[in-house]
């Protein structure tokens, strides 16, 4: 072989081995859509605090299940990859640490709902100018029961993810709930008041596994949706292309809030 030759030869080599890394490169895809709710659903019931009225009833309060707005929109619904042992985008190595806060705040949690991945550490305050104890009910994870004064925190880490949104609650006042989701990843997100969601760059190319769910009826089941087919248990499997996945709205029916 010529000196030229060799010469083209190696040049070709060196550059099959810099374009292999990019033909691995993962591909990441978002998905969003709008969770909304199909026939009527009643107002959220108001609640009424017997104890530390001073404070608690400062603020009207209300059953947080099922917050359904005037166009169906239901807020703080749940929307999590169940598809297990996946990529996860650079883009999140800056939270993967970061503090989830969870705070008592006028006799209620806030938020309502919250979202955990495994390796952050969850923050519980107590605004409030009296005393609240906060229980938490989990699973694989150990249960929790502390009080925590006027104006102090409490942190606490989960080694092992939940397969449900755990409930966590104030025996104090026991009006009081809220939700956590432990997850292995950072791929959840809860609806807003519109009931939109949005999770961002999940691992495209591949049939991935999600999960609907909601604290009043539990997994969403049997929704409707254009896009995908939603079982019953609320799940739907999708491969999602790189960039944006829309799946408009997802309707579920109101006979699962009765």
Known sequence: MTLSRSFCFLAFVLSLVAAAPLAAEEKWGTLTGRIVVEGKVGPPAKIVADKDTEVCNKNPLVDEKAIVGPKGELKDAL????????????????????????????????????????GQTLVIKNSDPISHNTKGVLLTNPEFNEMIPAGNEIKKTFDKPEGLPVTIGCNIHPWMGGRVLVRPNPYAAVTDADGKFT???????????FQLWEEKPGNLKE????????????????????????????????????
Do not use: Q
């Open 199 to 209: 999770i961002k760059d999940l691992p495209a190319g591949k049939e991935l596994e």
């Open 79 to 118: 929307v999590w990859l169940r598809t297990e042992n996946v990529p996860v985008a650079p883009e999140y190595d800056a939270s993967a640490k970061a503090d989830v806060v969870v705070d008592n705040k006028g006799c209620r949690f806030e938020p309502h709902v919250a979202l955990y991945r495994v």
């Open 223 to 258: 929704a409707k949706n254009k896009v995908v087919k939603v079982d019953k248990k609320g799940r739907f499997k999708m491969t999602l292309k790189p960039g944006e996945n829309d799946l408009g709205d997802i309707t579920v029916s109101g006979a699962l809030f009765k």
